[in-house]
C-alpha cells in the first residue's frame, strides 16, 4: 500500500503544514487538527497536504499525556511552510523560549498562515502576533489569557480567524478550524467528505460557543432555573444576591429557593458559592494569578474569607492547590 492509500504524505503535496510542538502539548487538539489533512489526501486521491513536526531543538517532545511525539525538525529547518500551527504547553505561562518567539515572527514576516491551538494562542500572544486581532482559547485558560494581556480581543468561540491568525480553543475544535481551511482551499465538498469520515456530523463555524449549553450540562430544563444559573455564570467576580437573582428572572426568592432544591438539592447561595469556589480553584491550577487576585476574581472580598470557605470545600487551602501544580 502506497502513501496515498494512508493518506500520509512527506514530499510533493501542494501544501506544506508545520506544526510547532511545545513540550507538554495536549494531544487531542494535536491530532484533531493533523488528521482532517491526512483524510484530505485520501478522500481526494491526491497529495494535497504534507507536514512537518517541529520542536525547538528538534528533539522529540512529550505531550501532556506522557506521551512522546517523534519529530521530524528543529525551528532552523529551510523547509518552507504555507501554515504554521502552534500546539502550546500545558502551562503557558511557564513558556520561556526566544528562539521560538523569534522564529514565528519570522514566519509571520513570510505572510505565513499562522495558527494557535488551544494554549497556542498565548504563545502567538507572547511573539506579538495577535495584537488588534480577535482571538481565542480554551475557556479554563481564559483568565489566565485576559489578566496577560487586558487589551486583547479574546472571546469564547470555538475558533477566530483575523486576517492570516486563526486561533482555536483546543480539543474537538481544531477540526472544525480545519475543516475551514480545507474548504478555503479545495471546497465545501471535500471539508464535508472529511468531516463525514471523521463521524463529525456538524461543522462549527466561528462564532459558535465552545461550551455545551447550560440545560446539556446540568439536565436543568426549568426556563427560570437556566436563566438563573446563567446569570450565576455571568457574574462570578461580582456575585448577585438571592433577591437580585430572583427579581431579574422574574420570580419570587421563595419561588427561586424552591426551584433549586427541587432540580439541584441546594439552595441558590450555596450553588453560586461551589461555582465560585470551582473557578477559582481552576485559576489557582491553572494560572499564576496571586491568591488575593484569585479571590477578588472569583467574588470573594477578604482573602481569609476566601481561605476559609476554600478549605471547608477542598480539604486544602488555596496556597496548598497552587503548590501542587
Known sequence: MNEIDYGYMR???????????????????????LEPLRIANRLAKKPLYQWRLISEDGSNISASNGMMQAIDCSINTEDSFSMVVVSGPYYPEKFDSEPILAWLQSQ??????????????????????????????HWENMGQFKDAWPGYKVTSDVYEIDQNRLTCSGGAASIDMMLYVIEQHHGHELAASVADSMIHPHIRSTGEPQRMDVQSRTGVTHPDLLEC??????????????????NLVGVSKRQLERLFRRYLNTTPARYYLTLRLESAKGLLEKTSMKVIDVAI??????????????????????????NQH
Open 11 to 33: 514530499e510533493g503535496a501542494e501544501r506544506c503544514i508545520g506544526f510547532l510542538l511545545c513540550n507538554s502539548f495536549n494531544m487531542l487538539p494535536f491530532i484533531s487538527a
Open 108 to 137: 509571520s514576516e513570510k505572510d505565513t498562515l499562522i495558527a494557535g491551538l488551544e494554549t497556542g494562542c498565548h504563545i502567538l500572544a507572547e511573539a506579538g502576533l495577535l495584537e488588534g486581532l480577535q482571538c481565542t482559547t
Open 229 to 246: 444559573i446563567e446569570l450565576i455564570e455571568a457574574n462570578i467576580e461580582q456575585p448577585l444576591t438571592p433577591a437580585e437573582l430572583a
Open 297 to 322: 476574581a472569583c467574588g470573594f472580598k477578604s482573602a481569609g474569607h476566601f481561605s476559609s470557605r476554600y478549605f471547608s470545600s477542598f480539604g486544602e487551602t488555596p496556597r496548598e492547590t497552587r
